[in-house]
């Protein structure tokens, strides 16, 4: 069997897993982005010398990290990699990057020696491969005007660099300039980029970083994002974490507080892209050095919480020659790695001035939910609705940094919180029915016509079952869940064949979810995986198919979702969703986005269908450009609805979007 392989199959489930399904969708999700090799399936863990050592890397300093890494036991816990960051090159000025005769950079040798002929890079990366480390380099985009002025001829083809070059597209390099794009569309260009590629993989690199990549390759935006998760293992989503803030350009204290409350909203807008195999980057992490790092305790375990549950890699940019015992601890809490390495990117739901709260669903059914004290001046009390989270019953918790038991928890959850600080849990579902895992192999199935349970050591529970098709079915029976609607389900298989096995798959046309095949053998099956909580359906407020009446305008909003929101609505003017659609009649949980930044708290009326309206109280979210969430139960019809936001006599905050979960 080859590796096993996950799908997301989009199915509608009923709250006893009962009634016919409307209609099915399934989804394949490949594990890795940029290329399906079974490398970067979960996120990066290792160092990076941009924050620290910044613009004046040497061998001997990364030679040093390196060593530190392999003596403080952190590669025991999957931290691997040493990342070179800029400066590692020769950049005489505006002119651009020196060039070698292909037109490629030219290695510092004053940072970086020779050693005969082996390049100064090759060297320390030879270094960091013998301490049992993965090596990393930095490169920006586009070409050096160097290679471009001397018609560099591009490795094994018959072009030159000037052919292939846009001189008047500049192209970012932030330190060393004279970069300029490349027409790819041109003979040689891919050419060129291979020969870069190809030299880099021959020093030993095993990780490149590409900063830098602007408007004229693709930028920095959502809108953006399926272009990254087709071409890149990880990409970050804003500025730089770093505040530049010590004294004559000293690098301590490397951030503050402010840095990592600017990735909060960050976190909430670009969790939909992230996932196995392409992880939102958030920066690096400043945890290592104590005082130095420019946060109190609590908030260096909210920066390491709110990475790790946005699934973002853990890249430190501390001095690893100088850790302290304290931040040492931070960064071996393997609970709290577990929630960074399970790939999943968390959702916020809860959002407002001083609360930010974010929850995810882990493969096996737990819960992980992080519960933040935005403000760094005063203690705040948390509360999250565990609904949700997906948690409609009961659940046993516990507190994830420190391993202790919270008992069992229901309904709302509260916890006081210092300034800046954290509470993370992981949840276990014992009642209400939360979704969960379901083995292939299990007694409580049925296999029909020949299908057969058999070993498989890399499957969950050692077993798989095979001989699926061909008019034989598996039977998943007892599949619950909380309540009805569309469940993203992973299914676990394994496939052998060159060009992919096929499988039919019914839901509720009897006791459970059936795969089957009626007339040639389908993948062999591992195991089924429900999510506690069904899928939740956006509607974006600018969307052009709503009625925005009286006033009411669509404005820029960078935080917002979408890059927009729509303001003035209230004093008459009124903002219609149309097109809200759901299959099943009946109370929905309705996440509203919006932003407030009045010192009171604005409000609105919400109608559905023109009913009677209910007046809705919004906390506060700090600026008018700062999204929050309110969660609020709606009562919808089956088919499509509308759902109006206004104020007779008072302005409404403004809304960025609503999300109907079922």
């Not at 651009?96 to 100064?120: I, L």
């Not at 059914?365 to 001046?377: A, K, P, Q």
């Not at 599949?479 to 096929?502: F, H, K, L």
């Not at 039919?504 to 099956?525: E, K, L, M, W």
Request: charge should be negative.
């Amino acid at each position: 069997m080859r590796a096993k392989t996950r799908n997301t199959l989009i199915a509608g489930l009923t709250s006893a897993g009962l009634l016919a399904l409307a209609g099915l969708t399934v989804v394949t999700a490949p594990l890795a982005h940029a290329e399906n090799n079974g490398v970067g399936l979960t996120p990066l863990l290792g160092w990076s010398s941009w924050s620290f050592i910044r613009k004046n890397p040497t061998a001997a300093k990364i030679e040093a990290q390196a060593d530190a890494m392999k003596n403080s036991g952190l590669p025991a816990l999957g931290y691997t990699n040493i990342n070179v960051d800029d400066f590692w090159y020769q950049c005489p000025g505006s002119q651009g990057p020196n060039v070698d005769h292909n037109g490629r950079w030219v290695t510092d040798t004053t940072k970086f020696p020779n050693s005969g002929t082996t390049d100064g890079i090759q060297v320390v990366a030879n270094y960091v491969h013998a301490d049992g480390l993965k090596f990393g380099l930095y490169v920006t985009p586009g070409v050096s005007m160097q290679a471009v002025n001397q018609k560099s001829p591009i490795l094994g083809t018959a072009n030159t660099v000037d052919q292939i070059a846009v001189p008047t597209t500049a192209e970012k390099n932030y330190n060393c300039k004279g970069m300029v794009g490349i027409d790819y569309s041109r003979p040689g260009a891919q050419e060129f980029v291979n020969s870069w590629a190809n030299e880099f993989a021959s020093w030993g690199v095993d990780y490149v970083k590409i900063d830098g990549v602007g408007t004229s390759d693709v930028s920095l935006a959502i809108s953006g994002a399926s272009t990254w998760q087709q071409y890149a293992n990880g990409w970050r989503t804003g500025g730089d974490v770093e505040c530049y803030c010590g004294a004559s350009g000293a690098s301590y204290p490397l951030t503050n507080w402010a840095h990592i409350q600017s990735r909060f909203a960050q976190v909430a807008n670009w969790q939909p892209y992230g996932g196995p195999g392409g992880f939102n980057d958030y920066d690096s992490i400043e945890v290592g050095n104590g005082s130095n790092d420019g946060l109190t305790v609590d908030e260096r375990k909210a920066q390491m919480s709110l990475w790790a549950l946005a699934a973002s890699p853990f890249i430190l940019g501390t001095d690893l020659t100088n850790l302290d015992a304290g931040d040492l601890a931070l960064l071996k809490n393997t609970r709290v790695l577990a929630v960074d390495q399970d790939a999943i990117d968390a959702k916020r739901i809860v959002s407002n001035a001083n609360q930010q709260v974010y929850s995810k669903t882990e493969a096996n059914g737990d819960v992980i939910i992080g519960l933040f004290n935005y403000s760094d001046t005063a203690s705040q009390t948390d509360t999250v609705d565990l609904s949700s989270a997906g948690i409609t019953g009961s659940a046993t918790a516990t507190d994830v940094w420190s391993g202790a038991s919270l008992g069992t928890i229901s309904g709302t959850y509260s916890v006081t919180l210092n300034p800046g600080a954290v509470q993370l849990i992981r949840a276990t579902p014992t009642g209400g029915g939360s979704g969960g895992g379901f083995e292939a192999e299990s007694a409580a199935n049925t296999l029909a016509g020949g299908a057969k349970v058999a070993s498989c050591t890399a499957c969950s529970g050692g077993q798989k079952v095979g001989f699926v098709g061909n008019g034989a079915t598996l039977t998943f029976n007892n599949v619950t869940v909380a309540s009805t609607g569309r469940y993203a389900v992973a299914i676990a298989y394994g496939d052998g064949s060159t060009t992919g096995r096929q499988a039919v798959v019914s839901v509720n046309g009897g006791p459970g979810i059936q795969f089957g095949n009626p007339t040639a053998y389908a993948p062999d099956f591992d195991k089924i995986t429900v999510p506690a909580s069904p899928i939740a359906t956006g509607y974006e407020a600018e969307s052009a198919s709503n009625t925005l009446a009286g006033g009411a305008k669509v404005a820029s909003c960078t935080a917002c979702s979408g890059g927009q929101k729509v303001g003035f609505v209230g004093n008459g003017a009124t903002l219609t969703f149309n097109g809200v659609n759901v299959s099943v009649a009946g109370n929905y949980q309705v996440v509203i986005a919006y932003c407030d930044g009045s010192t009171t708290g604005r409000q609105a009326v919400v109608s559905v269908n023109g009913g009677a309206g209910q007046t809705l109280t919004f906390t506060p979210t700090g600026g008018f450009s700062t999204p929050g969430t309110m969660t609020v139960t709606l009562t919808l019809a089956a088919g499509t609805n509308t759902i109006q936001f206004g104020n007779p006599t008072a302005y409404a905050p403004d809304f960025d979007k609503v999300s109907v979960t079922g």
